[in-house]
């Protein structure tokens, strides 16, 4: 069994005002002059500590009111009224919604678990991750109580190819050789960063995380010659160009883009070391599930494919979600009876702990993240980098690495509870029993074609 683990988690501040959900609106015409001001009693200390901050043209009692509603309520003449921040509204897009910035650069700060105390009052399902229900059936025994110690909740995952059965001589000896594999303490590994305003400091903030969790990091051919003394957390990714072979051989694990020659890519790698575990990357279009399927065939260890920034097929109008893509690999993989043998990494718009949870519910052994760490060190996802433009608003090429490192590692405490609470919560102590384990999920799509599928089919008869 493998030894418990635990992230250790330490308050990291923000280097710049958040933005808020909500601002104040603050009438001083009509103002009694009370000798105990509503405002003076905050127990926040909210307008105490308000101030205007030039960076985000605000006022930064938007990121200490806590919407307690006390001074609204208690002001004699009403002059005071909160409103939602149109700053706060125009954060991220459609999958990483101002909500979920918010939630991750609070996690972030203080590797906690967000908690809303006034409950949820969203919608029961949407697009995506939103469809899919899990099953919390578990929640009412005390004993799934992971975070705590109460019980042993196992989030190791290896990566690597398996047989598909072992062969003894007549003595009872293993004669099956054994297969190189790397193991990762929890479901999780970071993948290359999209966009952003990066910096070699970005680079070095990453790979001093994943050092400290004890997890993998892939990056760019170039920024992984850069960090050479953090190789054993390294995942180089090379380019079907690449032609030094030799050099890339030198880590555990090594990432190749697909291409007509990526089998003997990885031959060459394996010639130059037997033990590297070598990943093949492709996008996660329903279209590639027949390249995938072929390349389980041919032997390989690790297929990940890589969705868009949204989660969504990349480059296809009108894609399938990702879940969708791995649902169906997995599929395939369970037909070919090959399931057992390939490790299977699923990323693109993983934004939140509970969608580790469900892509891994789906049939991936594991994810790869990435946005969410650029949100850990106060990405609002504007994009501007994207778009050419050269003011990041929070500047993140100038952190300093260990304050980066210090936030995606709180960032991966708070998930990394909030998956032992899932997993308890569906009476799951290995986190290798998520793989495919659909019995424990209930999908909108599905529900709806079984209740609805035969009513309206009669009728469009």
């Not at 909740?153 to 003894?168: E, M, N």
């Not at 090594?254 to 031959?267: G, I, N, R």
Request: aromatic share 8%.
């Amino acid at each position: 069994m493998p030894k418990k683990y635990h992230i250790n988690v330490a308050n990291t501040p923000h280097r710049f005002p958040l933005v808020g959900r909500s601002g104040i609106v603050d009438w001083g015409e009509g103002c009694l002059k009370c000798a105990v001001c509503v405002k003076w009693e905050c127990v926040y200390d909210a307008y105490r500590k308000r101030t205007f901050s030039p960076e985000i043209m605000a006022d930064t009692i938007d990121q200490i009111c806590k919407d307690c509603f006390r001074c609204v309520q208690g002001c004699p003449k009403r002059l005071i009224h909160k409103t939602l921040n149109p700053e706060w509204e125009a954060l991220g897009d459609d999958v990483f919604t101002p909500e979920i910035i918010t939630a991750t650069w609070n996690q972030a700060e203080t590797g906690k678990i967000p908690v809303s105390g006034a409950g949820y009052g969203g919608a029961y399902s949407g697009p995506g991750f939103d469809s899919m229900w899990t099953d919390m059936s578990e929640i009412v025994r005390p004993t799934r109580d992971g975070i705590h110690g109460r019980e042993y909740i196992s989030t190791v995952i290896d990566i690597g190819r398996r047989h598909a059965r072992l062969r003894f001589d007549a003595e009872g000896r293993l004669e099956s050789p054994a297969l190189p594999s790397v193991r990762v303490p929890l479901p999780i590994v970071f993948d290359i960063l999209p966009f952003g305003d990066l910096s070699p400091a970005v680079w070095k903030a990453m790979a001093f995380a994943a050092t400290r969790l004890g997890t993998r990091m892939i990056l760019p051919e170039p920024e992984a010659r850069e960090l050479n003394d953090h190789r054993d957390a390294l995942v180089p990714f090379l380019r079907a160009t690449t032609t030094d072979m030799k050099w890339a051989a030198g880590f555990a694990m090594v990432e190749l883009e697909d291409s007509a020659d990526v089998l003997d890519m990885t031959a060459a790698l394996k010639q130059a070391n037997p033990n590297v575990v070598v990943c093949i990357r492709l996008a996660a279009r329903s279209a590639n599930i027949p390249r995938s399927l072929e390349l389980a065939e041919k032997g390989a260890e690790v297929v990940h494919l890589v969705a868009d920034t949204r989660g969504y097929e990349p480059g296809v109008d009108d894609g399938v979600h990702l879940k969708d893509v791995i649902r169906s690999f997995h599929a395939a993989l369970v037909d070919k009876g090959l399931r057992d043998e390939v490790t299977f990494m699923a990323g693109g718009g993983i934004a939140m702990a509970e969608h580790v949870v469900k892509a891994m519910l789906c049939g991936a052994n594991l994810v790869t993240v990435d946005i969410p760490l650029l949100i850990a060190l106060e990405c609002r996802v504007c994009r501007r980098c994207v778009e050419g433009g050269d003011d990041c608003p929070v500047e993140i090429s100038r952190i300093s690495p260990s304050w980066g490192a210090a936030r995606m590692v709180n960032l991966m405490g708070a998930w990394h509870n909030q998956l032992l609470e899932m997993m308890g919560a569906m009476g799951i102590r290995e986190a290798r029993r998520l793989r495919g384990e659909q019995g424990r999920v209930m999908f909108f799509e599905d529900l709806e074609a079984d209740t609805f599928g035969k009513l309206f089919g009669q009728a469009d008869a």
